[in-house]
């Protein structure tokens, strides 16, 4: 069984700083990477779609590294904002009909 | 429609109800899933529609839990007899292709009193 866990489990950093959170997972034969965020009492919202042939991907202050390799991914988040706070969520889409979520980073940007 | 819809957006049942919650794809979406979130806890699986497959049930904690998909599109998953521990969120997503992205959307929040 596929099993993802993300590190660390809750980061709080002043507004402006750059900021990496990690995502590993234990099985390497994975068909894509997709990172979420999910604010309190909402539901999840995409961030960025990695593809298992592909190694990153960008979208505005954010960018997505994957490693299959070893079983990792990074989302960098650049110059960090209030409105960046909320619980960050790896997913890794394996074989078979599911995809299997890391239990998230909890960010909270200071202003 | 331009999300996946959900509803109801909250939900308080009395223990031993049975509630219907629902889920509206994004057209032409041929994959579905319904997870549930529990208070501090992951996102749990409960089960997976693909086009006119037979679903993946693997997920569903009890046979208390069922759902269907008509037409391909909307989804239903009714709880029978509800139980405190039936309290969570349930979100539902969906997909263009099996393992090409998925859209989330906002869940249900089902509270058993």
């Known amino acids: 069984k596929q099993e993802v866990t993300q590190i660390p489990a809750a980061l709080s950093v002043p507004e402006g700083e750059n900021l990496v959170l990690n995502c590993s997972f234990t099985?390497?034969?994975?068909?894509?990477l997709q990172w979420f965020r999910q604010d309190p009492g909402k539901g999840l919202t995409s961030l960025l779609l990695?593809?298992?042939?592909?190694r990153e991907q960008t979208s505005g202050r954010l960018n997505a590294s994957l490693d299959k390799s070893s079983g990792r991914s990074t989302l960098y988040i650049a110059a960090s904002q209030p409105g960046d706070s909320a619980t960050y969520l790896c997913?890794?889409?394996?074989?078979?009909?599911?995809?299997?979520f890391g239990t998230g980073t909890s960010l909270t940007v200071i202003p | 429609g331009a999300g996946v819809s959900q509803s109801p957006s909250n939900k308080v049942t009395e223990k031993g109800k049975d509630v219907e919650l629902r889920c509206d794809p994004i057209?032409?979406?041929?994959?579905l899933y319904w997870y549930r979130q529990s208070l501090g806890q992951g996102l749990e699986f409960l089960i997976y529609?693909?086009?006119?497959?037979?679903?993946?049930k693997s997920g569903l904690p009890s046979d208390r839990f069922s759902a269907e998909r008509t037409g391909g599109s909307v989804s239903t998953l009714t709880i029978q007899r509800t139980q405190q521990e039936d309290s969570a969120v349930y979100l539902c997503?969906?997909?263009?292709?099996?393992?090409?992205?998925?859209?989330f959307g906002s869940g249900t929040r089902l509270t058993v009193v």
């Open positions: 997503a969906s997909s263009s292709r099996q393992g090409y992205g998925y859209t």
């Open positions: 099985d390497s034969a994975i068909y894509n």
């Open positions: 990695i593809q298992s042939s592909q």
């Open positions: 997913a890794v889409f394996h074989t078979g009909n599911q995809f299997y």
């Open positions: 057209s032409g979406h041929t994959a």
């Open positions: 529609f693909q086009g006119n497959s037979a679903p993946d």
